[in-house]
């Protein structure tokens, strides 16, 4: 009988380049294809170690001299909201909030694009086309949510939440909103 053992991520370290969050500072990612039967574990289990998935790729900050960007990990069940937490709460009770599965639509990428070119008309996503921004949310051997926030009366969408359902909990993987309506 012949029997086949999983086969383990390969990981690899990027070239070190400019931090984009702080000024000065060179950054290096460590990331590793998601791919295979056990995308969705492995995912489950790097997520736990500070890694974060763009696409099909999971990765985390290597940098030699920082330790700046961290992942959160929030225990839900001894969280409490705080009181600007809750004034934006009640801010936004008129917005309405539906999970879908990852499907791209057309309202969501003029959404997308309008966020990209008030906040990040520089950064790496802002010649995304439509084509791009589907295989973004619809490409993935995760177990993947959309969620949308759309205003109650209008039904107008304002903001979008690309959300991966993990074993212990949900990952923020991206989202946008209307800039305009940025409180």
């Known amino acids: 009988m012949r029997h086949t053992l999983p086969i383990a991520p390969q990981f690899y370290v990027t070239a070190p380049q400019p931090c984009p969050y702080l000024e000065g500072r060179m950054e290096r990612k460590l990331f590793t294809a998601l791919q295979g039967d056990n995308a969705q ?10 890694f ?4 099909n790729v999971l990765y985390r900050p290597s940098c030699a ?3 700046a960007c961290l ?4 225990n839900i069940a001894e969280f409490s909201l705080s009181r600007s937490q809750k004034k934006i709460l009640r801010r936004n009770a008129h ?6 599965s990852p499907w791209a639509t057309e309202e ?3 959404l997308f694009r309008l966020y990209l070119e008030d906040r990040h008309a520089d950064g790496g ?3 995304m086309d439509a084509f791009e921004f589907a295989a973004m949310v619809e490409e993935t051997p995760i177990r993947t949510r959309v969620v949308e926030y759309a205003d109650r009366d209008s039904g107008e969408l304002i903001a979008v939440c690309l959300t991966d359902v993990l074993d212990d909990g949900v990952s923020m993987v ?8 940025a409180r």
């Open 108 to 110: 969501q990428f003029e």
């Open 71 to 74: 992942s959160a990990r929030i």
């Open 41 to 50: 574990k492995l995912n489950d289990s790097l997520s736990k170690q500070g």
């Open 174 to 181: 991206y989202s946008f909103y209307d800039p305009d309506l």
């Open 95 to 100: 917005l309405d909030r539906r999970a879908t």
């Open 125 to 127: 996503m802002a010649d």
């Open 65 to 67: 001299d920082c330790a």
């Open 52 to 55: 974060r998935r763009s696409q």
